[in-house]
């Protein structure tokens, strides 16, 4: 069983920056692809950003590339979301997830029980 952890969120204006946290519970962390989605109030859940089994490829949607960053750490088994340049439209409940498969689908393996990011001035 896998369980994800995400911390980290909270009200910001637009403009700040947010980092978020997600601790995963996982024997083999490594083998998972791990990723962050969102989702807005009336609105679909959205993939947001993924990064491979490595760190060394990472996947974003084309609204917040130049704006967040995701990073793992594979020993301390957590994968981070760093937001800058936040927007309203950012706001959203953001959720970890963890897939098996070498890119994020759509309905991933495991998922956290999400983290409230809200931008607002």
């Known amino acids: 069983q896998v369980q994800l952890v995400e911390s980290g969120g909270g009200l910001v204006q637009p403009g700040d920056s947010l980092r978020l946290s997600c601790a995963a519970s996982?024997?083999?962390?490594?083998?998972?692809?791990m990723g962050w989605f969102r989702q807005a109030p009336g609105k679909e859940r959205e993939f947001v950003a993924e990064i491979n089994w490595s760190g060394g490829r990472s996947y974003y949607r084309d609204s917040v590339k130049g704006r967040f960053t995701i990073s793992r750490d594979n020993a301390k088994m957590t994968v981070s979301l760093q937001m800058n340049s936040l927007k309203p439209e950012d706001t959203a409940v953001y959720y970890c997830?963890?897939?098996?498969?070498?890119?994020?689908?759509?309905?991933?393996?495991?998922w956290g029980q999400g983290t409230q990011v809200t931008v607002s001035s």
């Open positions: 996982v024997r083999t962390f490594s083998g998972y692809t």
């Open positions: 997830a963890a897939d098996l498969s070498p890119r994020m689908t759509l309905t991933p393996d495991y």
